[in-house]
């Protein structure tokens, strides 16, 4: 449906400690074989260990690895020499001003950063799909330095996602509970969005 209606990309949200739309490895695997070449698939992935990403990885076959929290044990560079052809999207959660040195000195390491608003510090972590937006003059800043895109996400909706994409700029947007009514992705939802973003 998603891709229907114009998306470029495809979420397949995997094991996570909270928010919505989360499947099984097996599921993204299977949605991931089936996808058309020119549609992105990314592979959302809690791991926070180079080593148990690449072994996640292996088990979805996704085209991109969304690293939705701090990478603490390894490092990039390994990430892209076990998996040479598949793109690196780093997650940074937008809290404060502190977000926009974390953004840029990782973005020396990615392919493209993805600005959410979600809260790794909290004890059940909140690593997207939290519905909130966060400040979109940080993002402004993030996107302005960043030396690859920058994707926005966060409480995106039909009703404010041209307003964010004129004042942030980024390379391209990303949503979840904005396009979704009891769950499940809402088709007249979805077809505002893109003819909102397609402005």
């Not at 928010?19 to 074989?33: A, H, Q, T, V």
């Not at 995106?156 to 769950?183: K, M, Y």
Request: proline letters at 5%; glycine letters at 6%; aromatic letters at 6%.
């Amino acid at each position: 449906m998603a891709i229907r209606f114009g998306a470029s990309a495809i979420g397949l949200v995997a094991n996570m400690p909270s928010g919505p739309s989360i499947i099984s490895d097996e599921l993204i695997l299977k949605i991931s074989r089936m996808v058309p070449p020119a549609v992105s698939t990314f592979m959302l992935t809690s791991e926070t260990s180079a080593n148990q990403i690449v072994r996640h990885h292996h088990r979805t076959l996704t085209t991109t690895i969304q690293i939705v929290d701090e990478l603490k044990e390894g490092t990039y560079e390994q990430i892209k020499l076990s998996l040479p052809s598949i793109k690196i999207v780093q997650v940074i959660h937008v809290r404060d001003e502190n977000a926009i040195d974390e953004a840029i000195q990782i973005s020396n390491y990615v392919d493209a950063l993805l600005l959410d608003s979600g809260n790794p510090d909290l004890k059940i972590k909140e690593l997207g799909g939290t519905g909130r937006v966060h400040n979109w003059n940080i993002s402004k800043k993030i996107v302005e330095a960043s030396k690859v895109p920058v994707f926005l996400a966060g409480g995106l909706t039909p009703e404010n996602v041209r307003q964010a994409i004129d004042q942030v700029q980024p390379f391209g947007v990303d949503l979840c509970s904005g396009v979704r009514t009891n769950q499940k992705l809402d088709p007249f939802k979805l077809e505002k969005f893109f003819n909102n973003v397609n402005k």
